[in-house]
């Protein structure tokens, strides 16, 4: 069974900087396009980065230039550095395969709050 494990959510101030990880059992991990996705109070869970196997990257429009998703494929891992935090960015984190597998996390919760 696969397992996805999240970490590094935390209180921060607008403006501020977290750096989300994740750990991803898949086999093959490298194979797989990854994503982070955040779900916030009362509305849908929604892909906001992904990474191909050989880097390629993609990000929704509401996090270009502040959000930057990286892996190693080696150790299993995905990374999301979030800097310039907004109030809307507050949500939980997820990390997933893209398009997603049946399979997710606890996630981490990410606030932005003064």
């Known amino acids: 069974q696969v397992q996805l494990v999240e970490s590094g959510g935390d209180l921060v101030q607008p403006g501020g900087s977290l750096r989300l990880s994740c750990v991803a059992s898949f086999h093959f991990f490298s194979i797989y396009v990854m994503g982070w996705y955040r779900q916030a109070p009362g509305k849908q869970r929604e892909l906001v980065a992904s990474?191909?196997?050989?880097?390629?990257?993609n990000y929704t429009d509401s996090v270009k230039g502040r959000f930057t998703i990286s892996r190693d494929n080696a150790k299993k891992l995905v990374y999301l550095q979030m800097n310039n935090l907004e109030p809307e960015d507050t949500a939980l984190y997820y990390c997933?395969?893209?398009?997603?597998?049946?399979?997710w996390g606890q996630g981490t919760q990410v606030t932005v709050s003064s």
């Open positions: 997933n395969s893209a398009p997603a597998s049946i399979y």
């Open positions: 990474i191909a196997s050989g880097g390629l990257t």
